[in-house]
Nanobody, 124 residues
Framework: HVQLVESGGGSVQAGGSLRLSCAASGSAISNLYMAWFRQAPGKEREGVAYIAINGGTDYTYAVAGRFTISRDIAGDTIYLQVNSLEPEDTGMYYC???????????????????WGQGTQVTVS
């Protein structure tokens, strides 16, 4: 059973930065497709970025150029560096994963098996 634990959220002013972390246990992240999602109050959960098993990455249009997803395979942790934050980036940020070996696209939330509890990002 894979467990994911997010951290690093907080309250920042517009233009600020945060580094979100997601620590995995129960499986090496080298065997997992992993992604970050976010959910604002009253809105659906949306995919933000993914990192495939082969290391490929991509981002949703709204964050491309501002957010960077990366991973530390030895530490079984992925990160989301969020820069140039805007109030529209406010929401709960979730880490998710599934053992998809050949997936290289941002999949819907319903497709992912494992989820963390989330970390709140508030931009004012």
């Amino acid at each position: 059973h894979v467990q994911l634990v997010e951290s690093g959220g907080g309250s920042v002013q517009a233009g600020g930065s945060l580094r979100l972390s997601c620590a995995a246990s129960g499986s090496a992240i080298s065997n997992l497709y992993m992604a970050w999602f976010r959910q604002a109050p009253g809105k659906e959960r949306e995919g933000v970025a993914y990192i495939a098993i082969n290391g490929g990455t991509d981002y949703t249009y709204a964050v491309a150029g501002r957010f960077t997803i990366s991973r530390d395979i030895a530490g079984d942790t992925i990160y989301l560096q969020v820069n140039s934050l805007e109030p529209e980036d406010t929401g709960m940020y979730y880490c998710a994963a599934s053992p998809y070996r050949s997936c290289e696209r941002l999949v819907p939330a319903t497709s992912l098996r494992y989820w963390g509890q989330g970390t709140q990002v508030t931009v004012s």
